[in-house]
């Protein structure tokens, strides 16, 4: 409910600065999108083990916000693949090199 009430409350702010606000969606705002982007996309890989979809994050306006986020969460996603590694546990390991496969022929 928290982190709920947190994007209630970042997607309002965002609507208040408008799109045509030079800079609005750059600096501190971005940072915290691209970390809201990045935490739910971890947490949907871990339940589902599937990619979060743009259309899954309403508060990012278009690809540009979305991005940044997907691309930190396949960072953040090395880090388990070592802990997952360490405990041997392949199934992990098989999941997220098919996601990274993925993700990496989209963005190539």
């Keep these: 409910k928290a982190i709920?009430?947190?994007?209630?409350s970042l997607k309002t702010a965002m609507e208040e600065l408008?799109?045509?606000?030079e800079g609005a969606r750059y600096g501190p705002l971005a940072g915290?999108?691209?970390?809201?982007?990045?935490?739910?996309?971890?947490?949907?890989?871990l339940s589902t083990g599937a990619l979060l979809q743009?259309?899954?994050?309403?508060?990012a306006h278009g690809y540009e916000e979305y991005i940044p986020g997907v691309?930190?969460?396949a960072n953040e996603l090395q880090r388990y693949v070592v802990k997952q590694g360490r405990e041997r546990d392949?199934?992990?390991?098989f999941a997220?090199?098919?996601?990274?496969?993925a993700l990496q022929a989209e963005l190539m």
């Design 32 to 45: 915290a999108m691209e970390a809201s982007i990045k935490a739910k996309a971890f947490a949907h890989f």
């Design 18 to 21: 408008g799109d045509e606000e």
């Design 96 to 101: 997220c090199k098919v996601l990274v496969e």
């Design 4 to 8: 709920a009430a947190s994007l209630a």
């Design 90 to 93: 392949i199934t992990s390991l």
């Design 71 to 73: 691309i930190g969460f």
């Design 54 to 59: 743009k259309s899954e994050v309403p508060f």
